[in-house]
């Protein structure tokens, strides 16, 4: 078996396609939830709380050769923290969602109590194989 067919079988499984779509579709729901965060929930969040923008948070560590402040950008990190969350929750809920729609399964049936007739011709029948 050449290189090029076991290629071809191992990209055409299943599990490879089903991946392959899930992280097309989910680079696409993260721009989303980014855009969601950043126009929608994160000025909110600044005016909750004095207009503070988050993603301009910094502190200044040193000044380069250059004179350009060396910074540690920490509101970015606030900002990504945020963005997690929020896709953590919409992921969530989505599940949430999805497992309320599916139906369970019904779990079998359990086999009915044999009777007491049943029983009785069923010790009748064992005593008679004894003798």
């Keep these: 078996m050449s290189i090029a067919s076991e290629f071809k079988e191992f990209a055409m499984r299943g599990n490879v396609i089903d991946l392959a779509v899930g992280v097309v579709i989910g680079a696409a729901f993260g721009k989303i939830v980014s855009s969601l965060v950043d ?3 994160m000025p909110v969040i600044g005016v909750l709380t ?10 200044t560590l040193a000044t380069s050769p250059k004179g ?3 910074l540690l950008k920490y509101g970015v990190f606030i900002q990504s923290l945020v963005d997690f969350l929020i896709i953590a929750f919409v992921i969530f809920a989505a599940v949430r969602v999805i497992n309320k729609l599916v139906k369970p399964h019904p779990a079998p049936a359990a086999p009915p109590a044999p009777t007491k007739t049943e029983t009785l011709l069923t010790e009748i029948r064992d005593l008679l194989a004894k003798s």
Excluded: D, T
Excluded at 52 to 58: D, I, W
């Design 39 to 41: 126009a929608v929930i």
């Design 50 to 59: 004095g207009g503070v923008n988050f993603s301009s948070l910094a502190v």
């Design 68 to 70: 350009e402040p060396v």
